[in-house]
């Protein structure tokens, strides 16, 4: 039994409904059946259901008193059998409504509802719900697609599909098979096409087989009667029948005899080159049909701009030239005078035709021209030229006096008297011209006269500025360097002297000429730089920093006389700048004259009597050559009258390289009480401790040497009071504990090192390599990241982090090494030794030349590049970089200071610790290799 509830409010009691005996859930529905339909729903179907969508069908109309009668009979039919469902007696909304597009069939439920934000939200996330699980779909539906359509193609191939592999054995098919395929009856539509073609045959005229004939016969004679159709004035009778090929032999002899006597090179008359003949032959360009057309068109195009515009006379140079690149040079010619007869008035088709005429012609020609123009230059200039004898080229000035360049070639032309005429003439013709004031003075300095030349400069710039032409100062020091390249030395002396003032603040003369001198120095204008220099020494006499850039100069370009002569007049007007007083003895010490050496500095003695370079530098000229008497009391004459610690350091190290070891410790304790700060002398001092206990060792006494090495570290902590901030004394404090009790006690100093200096590479990265070292890779790396988070900019590090990774992370890690520090050459020189390794020889040489050349003064950059070229390089580059390193003399680099300072290698010259740092590098990379397998 069913209970059902009444749908009026006022009704609560439930109806009972016997169930019907009839089982509806298994019996088919009604026609136009849809489920829901009574209780207000329109019903719905998916296409998954029935496929494509189709209209619904039409419904007959129930009405509510049919529906609400059904509803009274308490859901049974007239017929007392269940009706498949219980319906209600009153909707409430009409089942005919208008569909709502935002609410569907509800508009009436929800009529009276508001659309707020919470409802935007959740239709906002049910439609991102949507998007979501179409997404997940799309794969599969997809993959279904592509599944449904190879499905397809595979039952319906195309025509091209299905004889592919039938093409594709096309290729072997030889020629006599493509010949024989008509032989095949393969009965398909081609064959069938063929058989139901109508075949004719008609047969060929006499008149067209005679013509096949008299084409293809060989004629060896000439006919006679041909001949006088043709016109030819021989008569009948007196034409005789001329055998072609007997004349062909006859014009081959005739060829053979002219060539043998050309080439008779016994009586000395050879004119035809015989080898070179067949050469020339051979050479010569065999047209083809496509430029033939080109030619043709180009032709006609150019025929008619010369003919629509026969004043044009661009047109008739370039049909000249077309013909002559066409090896047709009469033609050529023959167009270039039309065109001249056209364009009287244009020198540019003179010129050509000049050009394009026999050398015999070519005056006749240009003077037709110059007759025509007689105020052209250029016709005048390249008659001139044509001319072999001077005296009948100065023609040109007659009528062309305003133009400067033929006044100036006549002048060239002339002897000194007359052109000296010729110039005042321009002169007079020309006022404002300043290229014939220069020519003057050149003119002068060529025949000696180099006194007027100033003068004939500063009196031209006068009487341009009376004419009112403004000086350019850039175009008259342009000039000057004109002047340098033609050897007028004096003209550009005079030149930069009267102009490199002229628009110039006062204030702005020293920086603007020193700029000056600098940039013809870096252009190869070796004069004007050092006639730039001589006018700003006469302004500022005084100033040290000029006569040093001036005594640069002439070291890099100049002799040891003019040199000398510099830093003559440097110490003159300025005698108590020590550089030059230290230059001029160095130069003199180089050239091997010591006793000129030691005269100079001591005029620099009485000059700077007080002066610890001058004093240093005299203990080194002495020491050098062998003198240490000499040397040994000059430097305690430095250190009685209150040298600084240098001195101290200067007089240790001399007892040391003499191997007086007691005056040794005792200059460096008398030093250190007297200068505690001089962290130079500490570091001597623990050094020579460790020089101690190291030949302790090689002895085999452990007690001195843990005595040594127990000073040297007292030494070390003396120091660190002293000056704490001393990286130095850090590392080789670490150094010592390492040796005596191992690593930890080192990694102990150096984690001390780095909280007392942070921020400083040189601490991060012996700590890195200490943990290398023993073999702790996992460690140093964990160092590495931090230190560079430390000193983000730092090229020591990040080369050591490019050689710390391993070779497929290199690429990257150079990459953002050079975005931090692009101009180390720290990491230049670690970038060339990935293009070294990888083999890329030319990249290699460029990083490492561009390591060297930003910082000099490392000698390890120095080294690297001379192993490269000697493992890739020739000779020359060899030499090459041997000799710059020379001129350069290197003092800074991790390995060049090491060796340099080694006691073993005191006074030895720059190319044999170059040498030797090679050595050391060679040594290292094996190493390195050895502990890698």
Known sequence: MIFVVSPNPNITTLHAVRKPPFDFLNSKPPPNYVAGL?????????????????????????????????????????????????????????????????????????????????????????????????????????????????????????????????????????AEDWENLDKFESGGYSSRIKKKRFESFVPVPDTLLDKARQEQEHVTALDPKSSAANGSKTPWAQT???????????RGTVLSLKLDRLSDSVSGMTNVDPKGYLTVLNSMKITSDAEISDFKKARLLLRSVTQTNPKHAPGWIAAARLEELAGKLQVARQLIQRGCEECLKNEDVWLEACRLANPDEAKTVIAQGVKSIPNSVKLWMQAAKLELDDANGAGAVECCPLHV??????????????????????????????????????????????????????????????????????????????????????????IVHNTIGIGVEEEDWKRTWVADAEECEKRGSIETSRAIYAHTLTVFLTDTSIWLKAAQLEKSHGTRESLDALLRKAVTYRPQAEIPWLMGAKEKWLAGDVPAARAILQEAYAAIPN???????????????????????LLAKARERGGTGRVWMKSAIFERELGNIEEERRLLDEGLRQFPSFFKLWLMLGQLEERLAENAKQLDQPEKWLDHMKEARKVYESGLKNCPSCVPFWLSLANLEEEMNGSSKARAVLTMARKKNPQNPEVWLAA??????????????????????????????????????????????????????????????????????????DKARSWLNRAVTLHPCIGDFWALCYKFELQHGTEESQKDVLERCVATEPRHGEKWQAISKALENSHQPTESILKKVVVALGKEEGAAEKNKH
């Open 611 to 633: 002066s610890e370079k001058i004093w240093l530098e005299a203990f080194k000229l002495e020491f050098e050559n062998h003198e240490p008497e000499r040397a040994r009391m």
């Open 768 to 841: 890195v390599r200490a943990e290398v070292k023993h073999g702790y890779k996992k460690e140093a790396d964990i160092l590495m990241a931090k230190a560079l988070q430390e000193c983000p900019n730092s090229g020591i590090l990040w080369a050591a982090s490019i050689e710390m990774v391993p070779r497929p992370q290199r690429k990257t890690k150079t990459m953002d090494a050079l975005k931090k520090a692009d101009n180390d050459p720290h990491v230049i020189a670690a970038v060339a030794k990935l293009f070294w390794h990888d083999g890329k020889v």
């Open 240 to 250: 005789p029948v001329t055998d072609l090929t007997a004349v062909g032999e006859g």
């Open 38 to 174: 009574g209780r207000g729903s329109t019903g719905f179907t998916t296409r998954s259901d029935i496929g494509p969508a189709r209209a619904a069908p039409d419904l007959p109309d129930r009405s509510s008193a049919t529906i609400a009668g059904a509803a009274v009979g308490g859901g049974i039919g007239t017929g007392g059998e269940y009706d498949g469902d219980v319906e209600v007696e009153d909707k409430g909304y009409d089942e005919n409504q208008t569909f709502d597009e935002f609410e569907g069939n509800d508009v009436g439920l929800f009529a009276s509802a508001e659309y707020d934000e919470d409802d935007k939200e959740a239709d906002a996330v049910w439609e991102a719900i949507d998007m979501r699980m179409d997404s997940r779909r799309k794969d599969r539906r997809e993959a279904r697609m592509k599944q449904e359509i190879e499905k397809y193609r595979a039952s319906n191939p195309k025509i091209t599909e299905q004889f592919a592999d039938l093409k594709r054995k096309l290729y072997s098919l030889s």
């Open 405 to 494: 360049e033929l006044w100036l070639a006549l002048a060239r032309l002339e002897t000194y008297v007359n052109a000296k005429k010729v110039l005042n003439r321009a002169r007079e013709r020309l006022p404002k011209e300043p290229a014939i004031w220069i020519t003057a003075a050149k003119l002068e300095e060529a025949s000696g006269n180099t006194s007027m030349v100033g003068r004939i400069i500063e009196r031209g710039i006068r009487a341009l500025q009376r004419e009112g032409l403004a000086i350019d100062r850039e175009a008259w020091m342009k000039e000057a360097e004109a002047a340098e390249c033609t050897g007028s030395v004096a003209t550009c002396q005079a």
